[in-house]
């Protein structure tokens, strides 16, 4: 929808990954230092580890395309939690393998004379493994033992992990992977973007799709952008989506501030990017709160034939209700004062005053309705009627 209106030859945003999105950040750069330096080795393990849409898998299709695919075969595993068995069975169907059964000496012996076919053919092999945070240590010690293959002096696998950063951990902690570790030759950990990637970032994937400009973004977009996704690009990619949409259905030209609050009140409250919503706003004094103030009513002593009466459950609601349509006005309020070069608008000075007089009469509702129910369950008479 919205690619159309603003005249987009595909999505620029979307959440699977895509090498001809690859954009290059800082973190990014250093990852592909690693790999390279890890690549020219030809043996051991390379390790990538970063957030859940750090760009792992963005990284590796990038890097499969350059990659000279002559010189090198490679196998690509996406796992679940898989058992040592299972994994090596993986391992031969990623590189073409078939067998029979569910053999895993069979796997073995036909992985092991795959790499030899392939070492006399002047190629070497890359098994790459994603998700790695997955996989059990009886697993990972299989794919340890598959680096063992070797023609002469020369290795014949080397294995590429990616995984969460609780993969990160367990390799480095855990007792019995200390082989495995030393054959670690290269890793790297992919960190978000920094403040002043979301930029450009955001502008390359447009430019990818023959953006010419339109939407244009406040600047204050990209600050407040970074401060809501942390700098994980697929966080990203989910808000600016939505904001494109919202503008298409809106006819906007141009994304602003608003229309990001927006957009970020909506993930959080259908729950599809809760960690999406904004950071609070500093603290001013209260504004006054859309709609009239709700008094609370005081329970009714229970009679046949009289009508239920709302309860004090009921008046608590109403205020909490009133509280956060308080704390929605203080972020607009606040937009307003940060708009207006930090200086208070005389207008809303009115409306605070408005706003203190109105909270006072609302303590003081409050407070009397607590007071007579401590009378009535004192007594056991019917409470005044409330002020």
């Known amino acids: 929808m919205f690619d159309d209106f603003y005249g987009l030859t595909a999505r620029p945003f979307q959440l699977t990954p895509d090498p001809n999105f690859y954009f290059e950040s800082g973190t990014h750069r ?147 992977l200390e082989q495995l570790r030393q054959r670690v030759i290269a890793a790297h950990h992919l960190d978000p973007m920094e403040p002043g990637e979301i930029e450009p970032y955001i502008k390359h994937r447009l430019s990818c799709v023959g953006w010419d400009g339109n939407p244009e973004f406040d600047q204050r977009v990209f600050a407040e952008m970074y401060q809501a996704t942390g700098g994980i690009p697929r966080r990203i990619n989910q808000v600016a989506t939505r904001l494109l949409l919202l503008g298409a259905v809106e006819q906007r030209t141009r994304i602003d501030h608003a229309m990001l609050s927006a957009v970020l009140n909506e993930m959080r409250g259908d729950n599809t990017f809760p960690s999406a919503a904004p950071k609070p706003m500093p603290k001013i004094e209260p504004a006054p709160a859309p709609g009239p103030v709700k008094h609370a009513v005081p329970p009714q002593p229970a009679s046949p034939d009289a009508a239920p009466q709302p309860s004090m459950e009921l008046s608590t609601a109403d205020r909490d209700i009133q509280l956060e349509e308080l704390q929605q006005a203080v972020l607009e309020l606040s937009d307003r004062i940060l708009a207006n070069g930090g200086e208070l608008p005389e207008d809303l000075a009115e409306r605070i005053a408005a706003l203190e007089h109105r909270l006072e009469e609302q303590e003081r509702t409050v407070r009397h309705v607590l007071t007579m129910l401590i009378e009535w369950f004192e007594s056991g008479q019917a409470p005044r009627a409330a002020a």
């Open 30 to 176: 250093k990852a592909l230092s690693y790999l390279g330096y890890g690549l020219a080795q030809s043996e051991g393990f390379i390790v990538i580890t970063g957030e859940v849409g750090a760009g792992k898998s963005t990284l590796v299709a990038h890097l499969m395309r350059k990659i000279d695919r002559e010189a090198i075969t490679v196998g690509q595993i996406v796992t679940s939690n898989l058992d040592g068995d299972e994994l090596i069975h993986l391992a031969a169907q990623s590189f073409g393998l078939e067998i029979e059964g569910h053999d895993k000496a069979s796997a073995l012996g036909e992985i092991e004379n795959f790499l030899h076919e392939e070492a006399r053919e002047g190629r070497r092999c890359l098994l790459v493994v994603d998700e790695s945070q997955n996989l059990s240590v009886e697993a990972l010690e299989e794919l340890r033992m598959l680096s063992n293959f070797q023609l002469g002096s020369h290795p014949l696998l080397q294995l590429l992990l990616l995984g969460q950063p609780e993969f990160k951990k367990v390799l480095a902690e855990h007792e019995a």
